[in-house]
Structures are given as C-alpha cells and as structure tokens.
C-alpha cells in the first residue's frame, strides 16, 4: 500500500478564512512533505517533517502553519491567505528522514481556491 | 541556470513509437534522479528512479544516467496513448546537504494514436 490521503479535495476560502488541509499515511514513513503546484509548474517544497520535527521550512509566510500531530498525519493550517496562495497542495511521504535516497510517494492533492 | 532543465514539449509521437524525453542538471554532486508521471489535474507519480550510471528498465520505460554530462533520459518503449502526460524529472542536489527534490518544469508527451 502505498498510499497517502489527503483531504479536503477542493477547498474555496475567503482571504479572512482559516482552514486545514489535513494529510495521512499508513505505510510507516518517517519524513512528510508539502509541496505547492502552480498550474504549468513543477511542485516546489514548502515544508518537510522528519520523525514528527520540523526539518525544512523553505522560507514560506507565516500565513501557512505547518503542524506534524503524530508520525503518521500531517497537518496545513491557512490563514490570511491571498488569491495568489490559490493552487495545487500536494502531500507527500517517504519511507526514511528525507536523505538523498529517499522515493517520495504524492497524495491526491487539495485544489485550493482563495477568493 | 535552472537546477534541473527540461524541454517543456509537447513532444508529439505515434502511438507505438520510442519516446525520448531528457533532463538535464547543475549539480555535479547530485546523486539521486527520479522520474515522475502526472496527469492533468492530477498528482505526480513515481515511475523511474535511478542512482547509477548506465541504464535501468522496468517493462516499457527506462531511464539513463550519464553523471559526466549531468544528463538523465527517460525511454518509453511502444508508447501509448494513456502515457499521454506531463514527465517530471527530479533531481536531489548535494549543493547543501539538506537533500531536497528539486523538480524540472517538465515535458508534455503526446502519443497519437
């Protein structure tokens, strides 16, 4: 199984809003990504979690808030985001802490809208 | 100079033909290259990956390293119209230890039928 679900699949919000898109994995992977993906562009790295800690943070707003409750989730919260944060959220996990190696496995994604 | 180059295409090819579709890098030090396949409106998949120098095949695809000229190709073999997609390459560079995919903006494949 090598399956990671990420919900919701689509999401709409106002630029006052405050959401959550929510990510899961059950195949035991030890390092959980966010990637952002612009229409017509490659995914670019947000954020990356390493045994549940935070390992990499790409220089991302503060708006966008990270959260690693446990090994297996991996959380987005959004708030004060812009039309120009609208895009494809993808979630992404991999077996080992993210070395050079490392196979990432993408979930579904969350087309997110921002109004 | 971007990271990880690719042809943007569409590379248009008859269905049942070899598709080549190429990558290029900056890092001389990296040493992982992966091969991902995404749908329109979908998410990207994993489909080749490759550590080492020469060829790697698995059924209809292979991929090809060649680190001397920072060069990374994928071969679909008797392409189908269902290969129709966007190819990611990615890339981990060594340049910070920090061992992040780096991903090329991509090559649009369309085969014909």
């Known amino acids: 199984d090598t399956e990671v679900t990420q919900t919701p699949k689509h999401l709409v919000m106002g630029m006052t809003n405050k959401k959550s898109l929510k990510c899961e994995q059950h195949?035991?992977?030890?390092?959980m990504y966010w990637y952002k993906q612009k229409a017509k562009k490659p995914p670019e790295l947000m954020f990356v979690?390493?045994?549940?800690?935070?390992?990499i943070n790409e220089s991302v707003p503060s708006r966008f808030s990270p959260e690693c409750p446990n090994s297996s989730l991996l959380n987005l919260h959004l708030h004060a985001l812009q039309p120009e944060d609208s895009a494809l959220y993808l979630c992404?996990?991999?077996?080992?802490?993210?070395?050079?190696?490392?196979?990432?496995?993408f979930g579904s994604g969350t087309q997110l809208s921002v109004l | 100079q971007k990271e990880v180059e690719q042809n943007s295409g569409p590379l248009s090819v008859p269905e049942g033909a070899i598709a080549s579709l190429n990558c290029t890098y900056s890092?001389?030090?990296?040493?992982?290259f992966f091969w991902y396949r995404q749908y329109s409106g979908k998410s990207p998949e994993l489909i080749m990956f490759?550590?080492?120098?020469g060829d790697k095949e698995d059924g209809r695809f292979t991929a090809q390293l060649n680190k001397a000229s920072q060069y990374v190709s994928l071969l679909i073999r008797d392409s189908q119209p269902s290969d129709s997609a966007t190819y990611l390459c990615?890339?981990?560079?060594?340049?910070?230890?920090?061992?992040?995919?780096?991903f090329g903006s991509g090559t649009r494949l369309l085969v014909r039928p």
């Open positions: 992404a996990s991999s077996q080992g802490a993210g070395g050079q190696y490392e196979k990432l496995f």
């Open positions: 195949m035991g992977h030890r390092a």
């Open positions: 979690y390493s045994y549940e800690k935070l390992s």
């Open positions: 890092d001389r030090g990296s040493q992982s």
């Open positions: 490759i550590y080492s120098n």
């Open positions: 990615a890339v981990v560079p060594m340049m910070d230890s920090s061992y992040k995919l780096i």
